[in-house]
């Protein structure tokens, strides 16, 4: 079933950056098939980036020009920069395949991010 874990959520100004960290180990899914996802308070998770083969990217409208979704194959390893954050950011980010191939894994505890001044 495999594990992923979240990291490098915060609390950050309007503004601010922050750098998410995704450690996938054990899934049946690549990390060249993963995305991110985030869940703001009382809304439904939502894909906003992710892989579409070999080096594309595909971003929500909401992130597209602030985000950056990018992988480090060989340390199993997926990240999201996060630039110009706005309080509307402001979620819990998950990661987990974005494959219509896969089921997804077991969600991992995510990361709060939190944008507020």
């Known amino acids: 079933q495999g594990q992923l874990v979240e990291s490098g959520g915060g609390l950050v100004q309007p503004g601010g950056s922050l750098r998410l960290s995704c450690a996938a180990s054990?899934?049946?899914?690549?990390?060249?098939?993963m995305g991110w996802y985030r869940q703001p308070p009382g809304k439904q998770r939502e894909l906003i980036a992710r892989?579409?083969?070999?080096?594309?990217?595909h971003y929500a409208d909401s992130v597209k020009g602030r985000f950056t979704i990018s992988r480090d194959n060989t340390k199993g390893t997926m990240y999201l920069q996060m630039n110009s954050l706005k309080p509307e950011d402001t979620a819990v980010y998950y990661c987990?395949?974005?494959?219509?191939?896969?089921?997804?894994?077991?969600w991992g505890q995510g990361t709060q991010v939190t944008v507020s001044s």
């Open positions: 987990n395949t974005a494959s219509p191939m896969y089921n997804f894994a077991s």
């Open positions: 054990g899934t049946v899914f690549s990390i060249d098939t």
């Open positions: 892989f579409t083969g070999g080096t594309g990217t």
